[in-house]
């Protein structure tokens, strides 16, 4: 999930727009040598490992002036370079000290875009401006990147899977109206659909550090940024500079059980948001934490009988909510602008602030047309789809993951699974089954990450597991580096929240010394709770 989103959330001007016309063909004007495709058989990639890419100034409500903006282009399909290409939104901090390359970042997701985190968000990186321009990108079917979309059929869905079991007595509905829902997005998506996964992510990763003109790829990845890491180490072990994944995501576990964990991690961060929230007057369930909890309930299931209008058209539904919500749980920090954004909403019917949190908060920048690189494939602000988030989330992990049950598995388990999720979150459950069971219909995902993802023979990579981090356990943490092998060292967070670099002064400064100077704390050790220094 996504490793956090900036405290300032302002709701995106955009509509849903179909996209398929933001993937471009390229002609003659990029150079073209052969590299690997991490997996395949080798292709003629150097035509986008030679591209210049030209940096110009962002433009947008709230940009930094000192953050530039910039595209980098790349195949659609790596096993057809010369076919069609999509372009990938960049943003950077330049160095100020003594540059000795890149570091790129990912903020997670699946789905979250970088470029508008690293505007807001660019304080907590300014350290590694010491020795490194800060980059971060907007990854394919993300953002400015192509943004897939899957217009209503996410919402006809979680109504699906909401039907009383009691009711619904043969699951043929279901399954159909899951199957509709795939044939939705793939219509909304358009050509990168199929080419959305994290291998294919990772392969972009490496055209960017090529056309940024560094050797190695230094890298810190944050949430399932720590998965598209891992799978660049996989595929690339000779090109790996220094590497750090923080909030580790599991390379083996079925996304079904997957699930089950994260609604349970929520529902855990929930209740603490809500223990926090009583304490203030301005609190919008009330002064009793039980009750709150249940006026949490009762909204969410209000809003999905009667959706509450918005100013874009399209109904917020109670699921809208939850995955809005789900957002704001993953840091303390954005704890008083979620309980705003829900007094906004209890008080008034007013979706912005919550609308905020589930488009993921942010304004994206748009390229300044002076400067000198015009727009191409990008997608303009108002091409951005107000799903792509869930859409994007959706679509990776399926994309990710091999299993694919049948309509009878299904069928045979949906009772079970209700359940499971339901015990594991009456808030989250439905919303993560959903998730889950969207990838019916959809072709069979990759098995190169739990086939080839181990035993890495790479330079040394730093690992950060938060012990209270309620989407990535920290049991991953353990799983992950056993798995990667002796490559892995494991820096063991004794705090709470998603992720450690933003959190804790202890993890910041152990993560910087590694990025910065090659100095790596000894596998095992920790950071301790609440320590500062």
Request: aromatic share 6%; net charge negative.
């Amino acid at each position: 999930m996504l490793a956090k989103l900036s405290t300032r959330p302002a709701l995106r001007r955009g509509a849903l727009a179909a996209v398929a016309a933001t993937l471009t063909l390229l002609g003659a004007g990029l150079p073209a040598a052969t590299t690997d495709t991490g997996g395949g058989r080798p292709a003629d990639l150097s035509r986008f490992h030679d591209q210049k890419i030209r940096w110009g100034k962002c433009t947008g409500e709230g940009m930094p002036d000192d953050l530039q903006c910039a595209k980098a282009t790349v195949p659609v399909d790596y096993a057809r370079p010369d076919g069609a290409t999509l372009d990938l939104a960049l943003a950077r901090y330049r160095a100020t000290g003594d540059k000795r390359g890149s570091v790129l970042l990912n903020f997670g997701g699946p789905g979250g875009p970088g470029v508008p985190e690293l505007a807001y968000s660019g304080k907590d990186f300014m350290d590694l401006t010491d020795g490194y321009d800060v980059v971060t990108f907007d990854p394919r079917g993300v953002g400015r990147s192509s943004p897939v979309s899957c217009g209503d059929a996410e919402n006809d869905a979680y109504a699906a899977v909401d039907d009383d079991p009691d009711e619904l007595g043969d699951p043929r509905a279901l399954l159909a109206q899951l199957k509709k829902a795939a044939a939705a997005c793939a219509e909304h998506s358009g050509p990168v659909l199929p080419h959305i996964g994290t291998v294919d992510a990772a392969r972009d990763m490496d055209v960017i550090r090529a056309a940024l003109g560094d050797r190695k790829l230094n890298y810190l990845g944050f949430s399932y940024g720590t998965r598209l890491g891992a799978v660049y180490a996989a595929q690339f072990p000779d090109r790996v500079g220094r590497l750090v994944l923080d909030g580790v995501d599991t390379l083996t576990e079925p996304l079904a059980e997957q699930g089950v964990a994260g609604a349970r991690g929520q529902q855990v961060a929930l209740d603490d948001f809500v223990d926090w929230c009583v304490k203030d007057i301005a609190c919008p369930f009330g002064q009793d934490a039980r009750t709150a909890r249940e006026e949490v309930r009762r909204l969410v299931r209000s809003m999905d009988e009667d959706p509450v209008p918005t100013d874009f058209g399209e109904p917020f539904t109670g699921q809208d909510l939850v995955g809005a919500i789900g957002q704001g749980l993953y840091s303390k920090q954005l704890w008083p602008s979620l309980e705003r954004a829900l007094a906004q909403l209890v008080e008034n019917g007013d979706t912005s602030g919550v609308m905020a949190f589930a488009t993921g908060g942010l304004s994206l920048p748009v390229r300044d047309p002076g400067g000198g690189d015009p727009s191409g494939g990008l997608a303009d602000e108002e091409e951005i789809p107000l799903d792509n988030l869930p859409a994007a989330l959706m679509a990776i992990n399926c994309a990710d993951d091999p299993d694919r049950p049948t309509a009878e598995r299904i069928t045979a388990d949906l009772e079970r699974l209700r359940a499971d999720y339901e015990e594991a979150s009456p808030v989250f459950g439905q919303y993560r089954l959903t998730q889950v069971l969207m990838c019916y219909g959809r072709p069979r995902g990759t098995d190169y990450i739990r086939d080839e993802v181990k035993n890495l023979d790479t330079p040394k990579m730093l690992l950060v597991g938060t012990r209270g981090d309620p989407a990535t356990p920290y049991r991953w943490t353990v799983e992950t580096a056993e798995r990667l092998g002796s490559s892995a060292v494991v820096l063991d967070n004794r705090g709470e929240g998603h992720t450690g670099y933003g959190s804790s002064k202890c993890v910041h400064r152990k993560v910087d010394d590694f990025l910065l100077y090659g100095s790596l704390p000894p596998s095992g050790s920790s950071c301790g709770a609440d320590e500062d220094g």
